[in-house]
């Protein structure tokens, strides 16, 4: 076979670990004998104690909605929502679970997709929750997506996490959620994170103005000068840090430490109005620059940027193996692709 | 601490970077140089509890205990060392 038209993400031309669905390509992996990663076997044990943890991180956090739950001004919580089926379900929990006030933050990248905004209007109607969408200028977001699309500028550990442009998605919703926070005095900040993108000791943490400050930092200087002053205006202003240095939220990413199953997830959010979108790619129910962000990481790196992720889920046993591998392993969607280099004229 | 640092060492290296070949300065700041994001914090904190069965407080999760090889082995061994105390004064 002429190895020019193997396909850099095909299972079949790659060694995958027997336990989990990393592959030979992810960067420093090793195998052993019975063909299981240094992931699987650095996991074992913290994956046997598990079940206990989670279920003393629910209690932790019945606890902490009791202390601040109806104290705060406006709202108990703000919830950054995507309009996928994690952070619905999220929102849902919230609401169902804990009759908290919500507000519903939706970053708008201008690649959300119709069908995701559907769904927010559903389950917030359904829920009762206020929602507010914020969309910076296109201009800005479209130099952001052709500068990440081109260059590998983040770090590293996160690469190894996530595509250049999720990257710079995510630091957007995570300032602007942390910030909104800030200035409306709302305790919690609630994330849809899936069981497999954050650790569940962080599942309930109050965020760290230090730690903050100085990551924003980093991920500002990994930008370019042309973008660098415009992007700064969305992070948190160094004055906050002293100002509202109480008013930082404490995060919670729930489904880390909730049962998580799919199938169910799905038909518990078809019950409130909510749709499965059929337009998008596997990975990513919500947004349409998705499966080019994949391809361009994918063609760069050689591994899947939510291989890390789907790979922890199976590891966890949330996921069957069978489907990590068809989610990570089947070609992007080529019209997806298109559709998103045209817009961004790359 | 020599031991506790060699482990750091190698948790960092086999997750957080592309090429195990490149030597991490024992002083280097993690978070400034980017060798280290938010979630890699995170992801810090759960391997330094599990194999270390200690419990690291939010307030305790800040650039001066995790900034560096050396903070971060300096700040376990502080806490193995306390937990030895609490244990004996039991
Ligand atoms: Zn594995």
Same mark, same amino acid.
């Given at each position: 076979?002429?190895?020019?038209?193997?396909?850099?993400?095909?299972?079949?031309?790659?060694?995958?670990?027997?336990?989990?669905?990393?592959?030979?390509?992810?960067?420093?992996?090793?195998?052993?004998?019975?063909?299981?990663?240094?992931?699987?076997?650095?996991?074992?044990?913290?994956? =046997?104690?598990?079940?206990?943890?989670?279920?003393?991180?629910?209690?932790?956090?019945?606890?902490?909605?009791?202390?601040?739950?109806?104290?705060?001004?406006?709202?108990?919580?703000?919830?950054?929502?995507?309009?996928?089926?994690?952070?619905?379900?999220?929102?849902?929990?919230?609401?169902?679970?804990?009759?908290?006030?919500?507000?519903?933050?939706?970053?708008?990248?201008?690649?959300?997709?119709?069908?995701?905004?559907?769904?927010?209007?559903?389950?917030?109607?359904?829920?009762?929750?206020?929602?507010?969408?914020?969309?910076?200028?296109?201009?800005?977001?479209?130099?952001?997506?052709?500068?990440?699309?081109?260059?590998?500028?983040?770090?590293?550990?996160?690469?190894?996490?996530?595509?250049?442009?999720?990257?710079?998605?995510?630091?957007?919703?995570?300032?602007?959620?942390?910030?909104?926070?800030?200035?409306?005095?709302?305790?919690?900040? =609630?994330?849809?994170?899936?069981?497999?993108?954050?650790?569940?000791?962080?599942?309930?943490?109050?965020?760290?103005?230090?730690?903050?400050?100085?990551?924003?930092?980093?991920?500002?200087?990994?930008?370019?000068?042309?973008?660098?002053?415009?992007?700064?205006?969305?992070?948190?202003?160094?004055?906050?840090?002293?100002?509202?240095?109480?008013?930082?939220?404490?995060?919670?990413?729930?489904?880390?430490?909730?049962?998580?199953?799919?199938?169910?997830?799905?038909?518990?959010?078809?019950?409130?109005?909510?749709?499965?979108?059929?337009?998008?790619?596997?990975?990513?129910?919500?947004?349409?620059?998705?499966?080019?962000?994949?391809?361009?990481?994918?063609?760069?790196?050689?591994?899947?940027?939510?291989?890390?992720?789907?790979?922890?889920?199976?590891?966890?046993?949330?996921?069957?193996?069978?489907?990590?591998?068809?989610?990570?392993?089947?070609?992007?969607?080529?019209?997806?692709?298109?559709?998103?280099?045209?817009?961004?004229?790359? | 601490?020599?031991?506790?640092?060699?482990?750091?060492?190698?948790?960092?290296?086999?997750?957080?970077?592309?090429?195990?070949?490149?030597?991490?300065?024992?002083?280097?700041?993690?978070?400034?140089?980017?060798?280290?994001?938010?979630?890699?914090?995170?992801?810090?904190?759960?391997?330094?509890?599990?194999?270390?069965?200690?419990?690291? %407080?939010?307030?305790?999760?800040?650039? %001066?205990?995790?900034?560096?090889?050396?903070?971060?082995?300096?700040?376990?061994?502080?806490?193995?060392?306390?937990?030895?105390?609490?244990?004996?004064?039991?």
């Amino acid at each position: 076979m002429n190895p020019t038209t193997q396909r850099p993400n095909d299972p079949t031309n790659l060694r995958l670990c027997v336990r989990c669905i990393l592959p030979e390509t992810f960067p420093n992996i090793k195998f052993d004998t019975e063909g299981i990663c240094n992931h699987c076997r650095q996991e074992e044990s913290a994956l =046997a104690k598990a079940p206990a943890k989670k279920a003393d991180y629910r209690r932790k956090l019945d606890d902490l909605i009791a202390s601040v739950k109806g104290k705060a001004p406006s709202y108990d919580a703000i919830m950054a929502y995507s309009g996928g089926k994690d952070s619905s379900y999220t929102l849902k929990l919230l609401r169902e679970r804990y009759d908290l006030r919500v507000l519903a933050l939706t970053f708008d990248n201008h690649f959300v997709s119709p069908t995701a905004f559907d769904n927010i209007r559903a389950v917030t109607d359904a829920l009762g929750v206020d929602h507010i969408s914020f969309n910076p200028p296109w201009p800005l977001m479209k130099s952001l997506f052709r500068i990440t699309a081109r260059d590998d500028i983040f770090s590293a550990a996160t690469l190894l996490r996530a595509s250049s442009i999720c990257t710079a998605c995510i630091a957007f919703v995570k300032s602007l959620t942390a910030k909104t926070a800030i200035e409306m005095s709302i305790p919690l900040s =609630a994330f849809g994170w899936s069981p497999g993108q954050a650790p569940i000791q962080s599942a309930i943490m109050k965020t760290n103005a230090s730690l903050i400050r100085q990551n924003q930092k980093a991920l500002i200087n990994s930008l370019p000068d042309t973008v660098q002053v415009q992007m700064k205006s969305y992070f948190i202003p160094d004055i906050y840090y002293d100002l509202y240095k109480d008013r930082f939220p404490t995060n919670v990413h729930p489904l880390a430490f909730f049962d998580y199953d799919e199938e169910r997830i799905k038909i518990e959010l078809e019950g409130i109005g909510w749709k499965a979108p059929t337009n998008t790619d596997t990975n990513s129910t919500n947004c349409l620059l998705n499966a080019y962000a994949n391809q361009v990481h994918l063609e760069r790196l050689k591994f899947h940027p939510y291989v890390w992720e789907i790979a922890n889920m199976v590891r966890q046993g949330v996921m069957p193996r069978a489907e990590g591998i068809e989610k990570i392993y089947s070609p992007q969607n080529s019209e997806q692709v298109e559709y998103a280099r045209k817009k961004l004229e790359l | 601490m020599e031991q506790i640092r060699k482990q750091i060492t190698e948790f960092i290296t086999t997750n957080f970077l592309f090429d195990e070949s490149i030597t991490l300065g024992v002083e280097d700041s993690l978070l400034d140089t980017g060798v280290i994001d938010s979630t890699g914090v995170l992801e810090l904190v759960a391997f330094i509890e599990e194999t270390y069965g200690i419990k690291i %407080e939010d307030e305790e999760i800040v650039p %001066e205990n995790l900034d560096s090889i050396n903070n971060i082995s300096l700040y376990i061994s502080q806490k193995l060392s306390q937990l030895t105390a609490d244990k004996a004064a039991n």
